[in-house]
């Protein structure tokens, strides 16, 4: 993904209180199979009064390795992370679970290591999931973007319960014109993704989905949303298989408003939900 706004502002650099300056932590998954995603983080923190910079230099956060038990590997992204974000007053991620890397893993990651864990702890304070920043801290009560149907919503597990990400999207959605948002049984229950976890177990992570499939079809929704990529991906494709028409979407899409682009493993000529 790649914006105009792409050039971090050098160390040191003092940015206006009122127009906050934002980081993007774009995601590896957006970056490379959903930018669409990155573009709506875009349009909704610069509609929250944000000026937005995407570092060029940012990779992975680091946490398939993290998670693999290489510290090592972990400890040389988090610190290639740290280098490139530190000039932002915040760090915002379309992922509750990069978002739960950086604060919540990365003092963890780096501790010990002197200097780098208290700039690890510097960044893991300033670092927000998407939706979260935007009610949390900017006080966002309504997007201007107008989207018409029945949505279910996802809580993806890292952003649940590593950041308390809940009910700042629902009430998101709430207030658009339109929607109506739809809550499933067990509406916290994983879908079964977690990362490695679906490639290590897939006979379990393949019943997790399921259910979880199950209970999103019983509410009758048309569309399914999520903050994080990674459950969207494993949902829609268990829904296609399985012949389902719901859809699945970022929320980020629908806040913006930019719906062009075909659902999560729909084709070309495949379009969900009315403007």
Known sequence: MTSPSSKAAPPGARESRTRPRVGLFVTCLVDLLRPSVGFAAVALLEEAGCEVAV???????????????????????????????????????PSGSCAGMIARHYPAVLEGEGEWAERARR????????VSFLVDVRGVERVSARWSGRVVYHDACAGLRELGVREQPRRLLAAMDGVTVLEPDEREACCGFGGTFAVKYDEISNAMVTRKCVALRETGADLVLAGDLGCLMNIAGKLRREGSAMACRHVAEILAGMTDTPPIGAGKAEKTGRR
């Open 55 to 93: 570092p060029l230099d940012q990779t992975c956060c680091g946490q398939p390795a993290w998670n693999s038990g290489d510290r090592g590997e972990a400890a040389a992204l988090a610190k290639r992370v740290i280098r490139a974000f530190e000039p932002f007053d915040h760090v915002v991620a």
């Open 123 to 130: 960044l893991a304070a300033k670092t927000h999931e998407l």
